[in-house]
């Protein structure tokens, strides 16, 4: 049974950073992409950042690029997420997902909010 378990959000400042993660579990971790979403309130969830299988091809949304670092532990089964220079807009509940593995599986997600 695939489970995803994201933590490491909390409350921060703009400009300030958090970095998330995701413990993966019941599927081959390193044979799959793995992607973090957001949601905030009121809006449709959107892809923030990919990372495939094979270390070093990632991608990310416009809103992101260049302040958020989208990495992967092979060994640990876990994925990351680096957020920098945090601004108000990125307020949102953080999901990670495998959509090779388990595209219709969500974790619980972690809320970050952005806000002096």
């Known amino acids: 049974q695939v489970q995803l378990m994201e933590s490491g959000g909390g409350l921060v400042q703009p400009g300030g950073s958090l970095r998330l993660s995701c413990a993966a579990s019941g599927f081959t971790f390193s044979r799959h992409a793995m992607s973090w979403y957001r949601q905030a309130p009121g809006k449709e969830r959107e892809l923030v950042a990919r990372?495939?299988?094979?270390?070093?091809?990632?991608n990310y949304a416009d809103s992101v690029k260049g302040r958020f670092t989208i990495s992967r532990d092979n060994a640990k089964n876990t994925v990351y997420l680096q957020m920098n220079s945090l601004k108000p807009e990125d307020t949102a509940v953080y999901y990670c997902r495998a959509p090779g593995a388990a595209p219709d599986k969500w974790g619980q997600g972690t809320q970050v909010t952005v806000s002096s």
């Open positions: 990372i495939s299988s094979v270390p070093g091809v990632t």
